[in-house]
């Protein structure tokens, strides 16, 4: 149980374009999502929470306009990188928290993540 | 601000030999606390986890973490690697931050085994 997706796993976009990443809790309702960023050979950043059905709250530095997030069901989250540029190459990870998990309801449950390389 | 330091960022070992990765928090609330493992080119994998109760805590593969409140430490310790425990390994803590908990991970250590 407690599997969650991404998709795609990885994409190549020209610089200026948008690329959309979704992540999909498999098996459970997520009220609460969110995306991180993984620079090579760094740890994950916290980029924003994501909540179903209201805006999300982003981490300080990040760019709401650029990194447009939407949580629009219990089980879909995705992340709009808009005009992209090559330093917003690197690999995107989404993870998702078990809205009935109880007292354990603020562990996260990470997916696959995405690569994204902007030429 | 909260924070997680883990202070070794490479480490090398020997089939074998034991293992201790030391990780440190900085948050003086109620906090959950996890090792995450990457495999080369995988995703982020639970070791394990301590919420409450007995500060020894087992995971899969054979590691183990100890949570020692006073020092604020959670440490993860193998008697014995293998060479496929290469991998890099994230310490992680979950604390409530502006109304919801959010997770710090720790800058990551990097474990090369040799066979």
């Known amino acids: 149980g407690a599997v969650v997706s991404q998709h795609p796993s990885r994409v190549i976009c020209k610089s200026g374009t948008s690329v959309k990443i979704e992540c999909r809790s498999l098996?459970?309702?997520?009220?609460?999502m969110f995306w991180y960023r993984q620079f090579p050979k760094q740890s994950l950043m916290l980029m924003a929470t994501?909540?179903?059905?209201?805006?999300?709250?982003?981490e300080q530095g990040v760019e709401k306009d650029k990194f447009l997030i939407n949580h629009a069901s219990l089980t879909l989250s995705t992340l709009t990188v808009t005009s992209a540029h090559p330093e917003d190459s690197s690999f995107y990870i989404c993870?998702?928290?078990?809205?009935?998990?109880?007292?354990?309801?603020?562990?996260?449950?990470f997916g696959p993540g995405t690569r994204l390389t902007v030429t | 601000a909260q924070s997680v330091s883990q202070h070794n960022h490479h480490v090398i070992l020997s089939e074998a030999a034991s293992l201790e990765l030391g990780c440190n928090y900085s948050?003086?609330?109620?906090?959950?606390l996890f090792w995450y493992v990457q495999y080369p080119g995988q995703h982020l994998q639970l070791l394990l986890k301590?919420?409450?109760?007995?500060?020894l805590v087992k995971g899969i593969k054979g590691f183990e973490a100890e949570f020692i409140k006073s020092k604020f430490s959670f440490n993860l310790r193998k008697p014995s690697v293998q060479w496929s425990d290469t991998a890099e390994y994230f310490c992680?803590?979950?604390?409530?931050?502006?109304?919801?908990?959010?997770?710090?991970f720790g800058t990551g250590t990097r474990l090369k085994v040799l066979a």
């Open positions: 993870s998702a928290r078990d809205a009935h998990a109880g007292p354990r309801s603020y562990e996260q449950y």
């Open positions: 098996d459970f309702q997520a009220t609460t």
């Open positions: 994501s909540n179903e059905g209201s805006k999300a709250t982003y």
């Open positions: 948050y003086g609330g109620t906090v959950n």
């Open positions: 301590y919420f409450s109760g007995d500060p």
């Open positions: 992680a803590v979950n604390a409530r931050s502006s109304g919801t908990y959010k997770y710090i």
